[in-house]
């Protein structure tokens, strides 16, 4: 492998200013565009609160905390090869949080409770604990406390209920600690008796969610999400709405603004630098591209996350009036969220998360599109990137299409359509192949992407490396 040590010249007495040299090498290419990617895959999660664990050692409470790292990494990573479904879900979580607010105005006007789009996400994160044992309060002290554990002190009865798939509800594991959640025996029965009741029902496309949810709500505590919060105070299962400011949930909204302001700042100096270098007439690299499509879809998606608190580990704990029935258990279980990507379908169906993720897919492709004319190792590799780019952009707006057939032609089967059996069979089968022909090849598409803004790193012209006025603005890499 070739190798060039550029030479510059050190003045010859002490001189007042130096400025920097006109070139740039392979690594400043390189890192300046990995900060922008990992600042913006980094900083744009939104988590949810994580499941509450009392550690019992400090080895353990450093061994949560490492557990929560890898959690969020693991987003990291999705995001790095799926950014577009990020901002999918940001629509999604946006959307639902605007209807909670609109749906809690008169409860929260009768309750005298403030309710904002904040009170909603941080619901719908998980970040309300309905306790329904007096004796699990009144070990932990006042209501709405964030900071304390709750302890319960139910116990397993009767038989543990399980998904049509046979599956349990998931726990997390305990070698960090204890899980402040258990079984809770009255509740166990009052979802033993609401799942009978919804097995009797018409199979719906939700059986499995509604079961899971049915799940979640056996235990000493309940994680409710906005409109199931809703439903139990129209139940009278609590008394009030939470009594919460949004400036405390504000408090507990732990994203680093230094971090995102690092981030902000390094992907506006690389928009900067790529409209000098065209301006300029000097070629850029494909990986720099790349960062600048990754730097969009993570603007857009921090618009849409723009009133969602970040990073909050805590949630905020209320007591109930009183326990359900079991027939108000089956209802708050039916108005939960499905078990993919926290949205409901009966109000936001799937075309909204679809609709951002096409939207994500076509602001992260469209940067691709000006590498048309840029330098590539070989013939090929150039006519297989524009191909790619086009891709890129063209997949997901006809796999929006095609899926919106197929949901319709779906919908009309489970309604006894007009259509005959056979043919709407074939049919369907037909579309379903197509659309995981596309989802391929726009992985396939994706994947070549990124290979291939590496290896073109070590076959760049030599104007690459020139650099402009903009190399002198306080950047990172």
């Known amino acids: 492998m070739s190798t060039f040590h550029p030479n510059c010249t050190l003045p010859h007495s002490i001189v007042n200013f130096v400025s920097a040299p006109n070139s740039r090498g392979t690594l400043n290419l390189l890192w300046s565009s990995l900060s922008v990617i990992i600042l913006c895959v980094w900083t744009v999660h939104h988590l949810n609160v994580p499941v509450q664990i009392l550690p019992g050692s400090t080895s353990q409470m450093y061994g949560l905390k490492f557990q929560r790292v890898i959690g969020k990494t693991k987003w990291m990573l999705l995001m790095v090869l799926a950014p577009e479904l990020l901002l999918g879900k940001a629509l999604v979580d946006l959307l639902s949080a605007l209807h909670?607010?609109?749906?809690?105005?008169?409860l929260a006007d009768q309750d005298g409770a403030k309710w904002t789009i904040t009170h909603a996400y941080f619901a719908n994160m998980g970040g309300f604990y309905l306790h329904l044992r007096d004796t699990a309060i009144q070990t932990t002290g006042v209501e709405g406390e964030a900071n304390r554990s709750y302890l319960s002190t139910g116990t397993q009865?009767?038989?543990?209920l399980k998904d049509s798939f046979g599956k349990k509800l998931g726990t997390p594991s305990t070698r960090h600690g204890r899980q402040t959640w258990c079984l809770d025996n009255i509740n166990q029965r009052l979802a033993n008796t609401a799942m009978d009741s919804l097995m009797e029902r018409e199979p719906s496309l939700r059986l499995r969610s509604r079961q899971r949810n049915l799940m979640a709500l056996q235990g000493?505590?309940?994680?409710l999400d906005a409109a199931q919060l809703r439903l139990a105070r129209e139940f009278g299962v609590l008394e009030?709405?939470?009594?919460i400011s949004e400036h405390d949930l504000e408090d507990q909204n732990k994203g680093d603004a230094l971090v995102k302001a690092l981030a902000v700042a390094q992907s506006l100096w690389l928009i900067v630098q790529l409209l000098v270098r065209f301006a300029k007439h000097l070629p850029s690299s494909q990986l720099e591209l790349m960062a600048a499509a990754f730097a969009g879809c993570s603007s857009f998606t921090y618009v849409l996350f723009w009133f969602k608190p970040k990073d909050v580990g805590q949630p905020r704990h209320f007591r109930a009036t009183r326990y359900p029935t079991a027939e108000e258990v089956l209802a708050i279980a039916m108005e939960g969220p499905t078990t993919f990507f926290h949205?409901?379908?009966d109000r936001y169906p799937r075309i909204s998360f679809l609709i951002g993720s096409v939207t994500g897919a076509i602001i992260f492709g469209f940067p691709h599109l000006f590498a048309w004319n840029f330098a590539f190792p070989t013939t090929i590799e150039r006519l297989i990137w524009r191909i790619a780019a086009v891709l890129a952009v063209v997949l997901p707006v006809v796999g929006l299409v095609v899926d919106?057939?197929?949901s319709f032609f779906y919908k009309r089967k489970a309604r006894h359509a007009m259509m005959p059996g056979h043919f709407q069979r074939k049919f369907l089968s037909i579309i379903s192949k197509i659309i995981w022909t596309f989802s391929l090849s726009y992985f396939l598409v994706r994947i070549y992407m990124m290979v291939e803004v590496f290896r073109s790193l070590f076959y760049l012209p030599p104007r690459v490396f020139r650099t402009t006025w903009s190399s002198s603005i306080p950047h990172n890499g």
């Open 343 to 345: 949205y409901r379908e």
């Open 240 to 243: 009030h709405l939470p009594q």
């Open 220 to 223: 000493n505590f309940w994680v």
């Open 100 to 106: 909670s607010e609109k749906d809690m105005k008169d």
């Open 157 to 160: 009865e009767g038989p543990i």
């Open 404 to 406: 919106l057939i197929f």
